[in-house]
């Protein structure tokens, strides 16, 4: 059964996450974008309204956020700002690959931390020299008696520097690939972390993005949350888990230039009439407002999957490609519906186009997302429809006709090379369309073909 109304707990939830949005993040984004800066006063305030950390499980004590709440949070934040809201959530990236471990000490320890005080953890797989291939990473993870000694550097890790905690994964042997991924949980004020300046950035600069170099870091073997071998796929099962989030940051900021465009166009005059009067003005509209909707419906769909335990990696795929292109679009097209202004820094247009092009890159970028997307489709997806050799493609004879039925001896034969379909008890000798020989027809009865699924 479909249903796509709210609890009434959501609605609430959604609520309190727009108050929260406009009261204290709206006001300061400007401000903190130009300065470059995280204000995290506002960090520490979502995290005290419960904001936060919101996806850890009732029976550590967090909320039990599902991810279809997570994503009703993550559109209404970055409707206000992409840059705090991607600080403000991190803390859901970071620890998600802790929910995901097995190791429930380590899930104890670090839960109750997040969760009794203002604590954050960052997300770290990608390095100066690899984002895309999590399987080349080179940042290494030593053995030594109850330890692993972790030497190498973490690169654009989110939070990076305002963190206390990291989930950061290394490999046992950059030789082996997938086979050598391991994961640990770090803490930031351990001997040999250091931190780089921040990136200087062309948008979400409310967000921090450094890097972190690790120099003899011990960390002790109870902080471990894969194994060696287990790491890549943690870090693969978190990003099916986040990936819903990204697009719904994408449709929070979609929205807002979309609401933006039409009280722009209601009140913008040219010809002596209101732009919103003109058709091409309200034919952009009505495209923003339907991809809107259809990237939170997918939005929502891939959560509605990860919360039913279902795998959600393909949708989630879907949802952040389809939102993240569909989303850079609507702001696109807001910024032509306010001409010149649109172009400047006095309107805020400009801000939602920088911070929107992130979303294409980061957890993943649209290539990879296409990558798992075709491999998905042309290696596990069950087609419906037979193959095109066994397709019943009858044009010379009616399928129905008593005379043609397969069961009384009637015989197609259908040439692989070019689909003709020749009736009778033998192939023809050649095909008379492409003159391939005997060998390339086969036989296709009206009825062949009905797959299983
Ligand atoms: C602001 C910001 C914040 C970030 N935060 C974090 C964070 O908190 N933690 C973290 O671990 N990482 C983070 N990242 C890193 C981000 O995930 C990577 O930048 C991203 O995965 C791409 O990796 P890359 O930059 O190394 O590009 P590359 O992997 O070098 O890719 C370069 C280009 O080649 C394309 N490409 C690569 N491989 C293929 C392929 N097989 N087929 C087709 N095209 C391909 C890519 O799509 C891209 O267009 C952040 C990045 C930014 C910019």
């Given at each position: ?119 954050l953890?960052c ?37 990076g520097g305002?963190a206390d905690y990291m ?19 770090v803490e930031k004020n351990w001997?040999?972390v250091?931190v ?16 972190i ?241």
């Amino acid at each position: 059964m479909l249903n796509f109304s709210l609890t009434s707990e959501q609605l609430d939830l959604q609520q309190k996450a727009r108050e929260f949005a406009l009261k204290e993040i709206l006001p300061v984004a400007w401000y903190y974008d130009e300065k470059d800066e995280t204000p995290v006063p506002v960090l520490n305030k979502a995290y005290k309204a419960g904001l936060m950390n919101g996806t850890i499980p009732k029976k550590y004590g967090g909320n039990g956020h599902t991810l279809l709440d997570g994503v009703i949070i993550t559109e209404e934040m970055a409707a206000a700002c992409a840059g705090l809201c991607t600080s403000i959530f991190d803390n859901s990236l970071g620890l998600e690959p802790v929910i995901l471990s097995e190791n429930e000490p380590l899930k104890k320890k670090y839960y109750e931390k997040v969760l009794n005080d203002f604590k954050l953890i960052c997300f770290a797989t990608s390095e100066p020299t690899m984002g895309s291939d999590v399987a080349g990473i080179r940042c290494l993870a030593k053995e030594d008696g109850d330890s692993y000694i972790l030497n190498g550097t973490k690169y654009w890790i989110t939070n990076g520097g305002i963190a206390d905690y990291m989930s950061i994964f290394a490999t046992v042997d950059p030789e082996s690939r997938h086979k050598g991924i391991c994961g640990f949980v770090v803490e930031k004020n351990w001997e040999g972390v250091s931190v780089s300046p921040k990136i200087p950035k062309l948008g979400q600069r409310c967000s921090n993005t450094v890097g972190i170099k690790l120099d003899n870091v011990r960390v002790p073997k109870e902080n471990m949350l894969a194994p060696p071998g287990e790491g890549f796929d943690l870090a693969m099962k978190t990003f099916a888990r986040t990936r819903p989030a990204i697009g719904a940051f994408a449709v929070g900021v979609a929205r807002s230039a979309m609401e933006f465009a039409i009280d722009y166009s209601k009140k913008r005059q040219a010809f002596g009439v209101n732009i919103g009067n003109f058709q091409a003005i309200q034919h952009k509209i009505a495209d923003m407002y339907q991809k809107v909707e259809t990237s939170r419906l997918l939005v929502w769909k891939a959560a509605w999957e990860a919360d039913n335990g279902f795998d959600p990696t393909i949708s989630a795929s879907i949802a952040k490609l389809y939102s993240t292109d569909e989303a850079l679009g609507v702001v696109n097209e807001a910024l032509q519906i306010f001409g010149g202004y649109g172009y400047t820094k006095m309107f805020p247009i400009e801000k939602l186009m920088r911070d929107m092009r992130l979303f294409k890159i980061y957890e993943g970028t649209s290539e990879i997302q296409r990558t798992i997307i075709s491999a998905h489709a042309m290696n596990v997806y069950k087609p419906v429809m037979p193959q095109l050799e066994d397709l019943p493609l009858h044009r010379e004879k009616d399928p129905m006709d008593f005379e043609f039925q397969a069961d009384k001896g009637t015989i197609s034969w259908r040439c692989r090379i070019c689909g003709h379909i020749h009736y009778g008890e033998e192939p023809p000798e050649e095909c008379p369309y492409c003159f391939f020989p005997k060998p390339a027809f086969k036989k296709v009865p009206p009825n062949v073909g009905v797959q299983k699924n």
